[in-house]
């Protein structure tokens, strides 16, 4: 349970650099799309949950 609310805490914070930072030309890998930004900030999260 832990893990999956790490998860999603990540994933919303992902979403929201991904939206809120992105960048004018789209080319910065991280913050050109949200929802490549909500993905790795899942992972990021559930990581840090499971603690690695």
């Known amino acids: 349970m832990k893990v999956a609310l790490s ?3 990540g994933g919303v914070l992902g979403f929201l650099v ?3 930072g992105r960048c004018a030309t789209g080319t910065c890998p991280l913050t050109g799309n949200p929802y490549v930004s ?3 900030g899942a992972i990021l999260g559930a990581l840090i949950g499971a603690g690695f």
């Open 7 to 9: 998860a999603f805490i």
């Open 18 to 20: 991904g939206y809120f």
């Open 38 to 40: 909500t993905a790795v």
